[in-house]
């Protein structure tokens, strides 16, 4: 079946330090996918995106990596910040743009 | 400016009344959708429309009725509301049905006691 997970829901980190967030997805045939981010009260909020004929895309402080072969997702932030504490989703498009989401991590960031 | 805008952001009402929340964005988007998450933060989709079409209904009980009057109004009506449906009900939009990013709204909160 279809499902996008993640391996730890929770994630304390070290300001300044790099964060490194997992997925793992099981469908094959997917071919875009996405990390938002939800801070409390708000919501998911875009952050970065790939295509599947990509490996590797990156942002300001963000680096997503893609492994198609293990279909495995990361998202990686540099130099994490408090502003950074929030739950981060995975996410795969699936037809007609429907996303589906993975479980979601809390990013906790301590100064 | 708000890009997609929801109301009410918290709606408190009992079992067995019926109520609606409000979705408008002004991103001249063409699909919208609702999604709910639940008290474990899970995202699942329920509706998408695009412009005004019904494209996606989530084996979503018949309770919950999507209208849409235009391509940038998604409304969510829930008739004899449960206490299951409690939960962060979120509108979003893109641009275009696939391969795109959506932009959510900040969400409903409904309570049902």
């Known amino acids: 079946g279809e499902s996008v997970g993640l391996h730890l829901p929770t994630l304390s980190v070290q300001e300044g330090d790099n964060s490194i967030i997992n997925c793992a997805y099981s469908n094959s045939a997917s071919d875009y996918f996405i990390w938002y981010k939800q801070e409390s009260g708000k919501g998911p909020q875009f952050i970065i995106d790939?295509?599947?004929?990509?490996d590797k895309r990156q942002g300001q402080r963000v680096t997503v990596l893609l492994n198609k072969t293990v279909k495995h997702l990361s998202l990686q932030i540099a130099a994490t910040q408090p502003g950074d504490s929030a739950v981060y989703f995975c996410?795969?498009?699936?037809?007609?743009?429907?996303?589906?989401f993975g479980a979601g991590t809390r990013l906790a960031v301590h100064p | 400016d708000t890009a997609v805008s929801q109301t009410p952001k918290y709606l408190v009402t009992q079992m067995g009344n019926d109520k609606s929340i409000k979705c408008e964005q002004n991103?001249?988007?063409?699909?919208m959708y609702w999604y709910k998450q639940d008290s474990k933060k899970f995202l699942k989709i329920m509706f998408s429309?695009?412009?005004?079409?019904?494209?996606i209904n989530e084996t979503v009980p018949n309770r919950f009725s999507p209208k849409s009057p235009d391509k940038a109004h998604l409304n969510l009506h829930i008739n004899s509301l449960e206490l299951g449906d409690s939960a962060v009900y979120f509108c979003?939009?893109?641009?275009?049905?696939?391969?795109?990013?959506?932009?959510f709204g900040n969400g409903t909160r409904l309570t049902v006691t």
């Open positions: 996410a795969r498009a699936g037809g007609y743009n429907k996303l589906i």
């Open positions: 429309y695009n412009n005004k079409e019904l494209i």
């Open positions: 991103l001249g988007h063409d699909t």
């Open positions: 790939i295509r599947s004929n990509m």
């Open positions: 979003a939009s893109s641009p275009r049905e696939g391969g795109s990013p959506l932009h």
